[in-house]
């Protein structure tokens, strides 16, 4: 079955160091891969997104993700995190075809610590 | 542009009562999504559209829920009779991009049930 794993369910981080949440998907031969911030009490937000191309994608607020098809992951990044970073963060995956719905990961939580 | 409307925010009923949530997409949008999020499950998509008809909605718990999209203006999440287990907070989201290819997501703020 398709499906997006994310390893963890929380992630800690001081303010201004470096942080990576991991994202890896089941592997298809075609895939599309998203993802999405939700600060409380709000909906969804796209981060960035994979569509073709490059493999480093580059998205909003300094966060940026690389896909690696050989180890089925699309792990997302940031150098220097601030406190307004903290949010649940959701890797998601469409993989095309006749669809385009999304499916989620279970979300990771960061926690950005003064 | 007012992104996806969602109504009502919060809704406290009691079981067995009738819940109607509503959604109104992004104009020009045809793709409508219904999502359910919880603690235990996290995010379960149940129902999608494409120009106002559904195309997937083997993600709908059981008979109790039924969506509509009458119009590609509003569409409706209604379950009946409403249980415990199905609180949580319902998302609607909609897209520009119609079916084979991928795309964005636009999620409204959510409609939190809490069923007593």
């Known amino acids: 079955a398709q499906s997006v794993t994310q390893l963890d369910s929380q992630v800690p981080v001081f303010e201004e160091a470096p942080v990576e949440l991991r994202c890896n998907y089941s592997s298809s031969v075609s895939v599309y891969l998203f993802w999405y911030v939700q600060y409380p009490n709000q909906g969804l937000q796209l981060l960035l997104k994979y569509l073709s191309g490059s493999t480093l994608v580059k998205g909003i607020n300094g966060f940026e993700a690389e896909f690696n098809k050989s180890q089925t992951s699309f792990h997302l990044r940031k150098p220097s995190v601030h406190i307004s970073d903290t949010a649940e963060y959701f890797c998601?995956?469409?993989?095309?075809?006749?669809?385009?719905?999304?499916?989620f990961g279970t979300g990771t939580l960061l926690a950005v610590q003064p | 542009d007012a992104g996806v409307i969602q109504s009502p925010r919060h809704e406290v009923t009691e079981m067995g009562q009738e819940v109607t949530l509503r959604c109104k997409p992004i104009?020009?949008?045809?793709?409508l999504f219904w999502y359910r999020q919880t603690m235990m499950r996290g995010l379960e998509l149940l129902i999608y559209?494409?120009?106002?008809?559904?195309?997937?909605d083997s993600g709908m718990p059981e008979d109790r829920f039924s969506a509509k999209m009458p119009n590609a203006s509003f569409s409706t999440l209604k379950i009946q009779p409403s249980e415990p287990r199905d609180s949580a907070v319902y998302f609607c989201a909609s897209s520009p991009v119609s079916v084979g290819a991928a795309g964005e997501l636009f999620f409204g703020e959510g409609s939190r049930l809490t069923v007593l």
């Open positions: 559209f494409n120009n106002n008809v559904p195309i997937d």
């Open positions: 104009s020009g949008h045809n793709s």
């Open positions: 998601a995956v469409s993989y095309g075809g006749a669809t385009n719905k999304l499916i």
